[in-house]
C-alpha cells in the first residue's frame, strides 16, 4: 500500500522568503503525485500534478515541485512567499489499482507567514 | 464548470443523534470520494464509489456509517448514531483520470 510523510507539521517563513516542505512517499512502483492546499474553513485545490516526465513540475501561485525517485521524494518550493500563501498544504500519492484510483494524503504541513 | 457542492456547510449535533451530508460531484465524473479530515490530520478516506457501485468502503465504520450513490450522480453520507471522535469535516471529492476535485466540505460537530 501507498504512504506518504510529511515530516514538518508546521513552518513559518517570513514574507518574500522561499520556501521548501517536504514530502517522502511509499509506493512500489512509479506512483501519481500531488500537493493540494488548503485555506481555514475551504476544500482541497490542487496545486501541481506529476504523472511522468520532466520531474520538475511548476504548477499554479508559483509553486514548483521535483519528483526524486532515488529519494522517493516529492518536495513543494516556492521562491518568494506571499502572506496569502498561509495555508494547509498537503502531498498525496496516487495510484490505479484494478482499474480504480487511489489517493493517499500526508498529515499536512501548516505554513504560516509574518511579514 | 461548476465544483463539487456539499450541504450542509456546518452541522452541530449531540452523540447519539443522527446526520446526513450531500454531495453533488461534478457533471460527468464517474467516481465520487467521502473523506474524513480530523483535526491536524490529513483526509482519510472513507468510500469510494464507481458510478453508483461501491469501489472501497475498508475504512468506513459500518455499524455507524453508510453511504449510497444513487443513479450514479449524486451521493448521501449518513451517521447514526454519531459519537464525539466523529467531529470533523467531510469532503467529498470527484474525479476525472488523475485529478481529484474537492468541495468545501461539510464541518460536523458532535457535542
Known amino acids: 500500500a501507498q504512504s506518504v510523510t510529511q515530516p514538518d507539521i508546521h513552518i513559518t517563513v517570513s514574507e518574500g522568503a522561499s520556501l521548501e516542505l517536504r514530502c517522502n512517499y511509499s509506493?512500489?512502483?512509479?506512483?501519481?503525485l500531488f500537493w493540494y492546499v488548503q485555506s481555514p474553513g475551504q476544500g482541497l485545490q490542487l496545486l501541481l500534478k506529476?504523472?511522468?516526465?520532466?520531474?520538475l513540475v511548476q504548477g499554479i501561485k508559483g509553486f514548483e515541485a521535483e519528483f526524486k525517485r532515488s529519494q522517493s521524494s516529492f518536495n513543494l518550493r516556492k521562491p518568494s512567499v506571499h502572506w496569502s500563501d498561509a495555508a494547509e498544504y498537503f502531498c498525496a500519492v496516487g495510484a490505479v489499482i484494478f482499474g480504480n484510483e487511489k489517493l493517499t494524503f500526508g498529515t499536512g504541513t501548516r505554513l504560516t507567514i509574518i511579514p | 464548470e461548476a465544483g463539487v457542492a456539499q450541504s450542509p456547510r456546518y452541522k452541530i449535533i449531540e452523540k447519539r443523534q443522527s446526520v446526513a451530508f450531500w454531495c453533488n460531484p461534478i457533471?460527468?465524473?464517474?467516481?465520487l470520494y467521502w473523506y474524513q479530515q480530523i483535526l491536524g490530520q490529513g483526509p482519510k478516506l472513507l468510500i469510494q464509489f464507481q458510478n453508483n457501485g461501491v469501489v472501497d468502503d475498508s475504512q468506513l465504520p459500518k455499524d455507524r456509517f453508510s453511504a449510497e450513490r444513487l443513479k450514479g450522480v449524486d451521493s448521501t453520507l449518513k451517521i447514526q448514531p454519531a459519537k464525539l471522535e466523529d467531529s470533523a469535516v467531510y469532503l467529498c471529492?470527484?474525479?476525472?483520470?488523475?485529478?481529484?476535485?474537492f468541495g468545501e466540505g461539510s464541518r460536523l460537530t458532535v457535542l
Open positions: 457533471s460527468g465524473h464517474a467516481t
Open positions: 471529492a470527484s474525479s476525472r483520470i488523475g485529478e481529484l476535485f
Open positions: 506529476y504523472f511522468s516526465g520532466d520531474t
Open positions: 509506493y512500489g512502483a512509479t506512483p501519481y
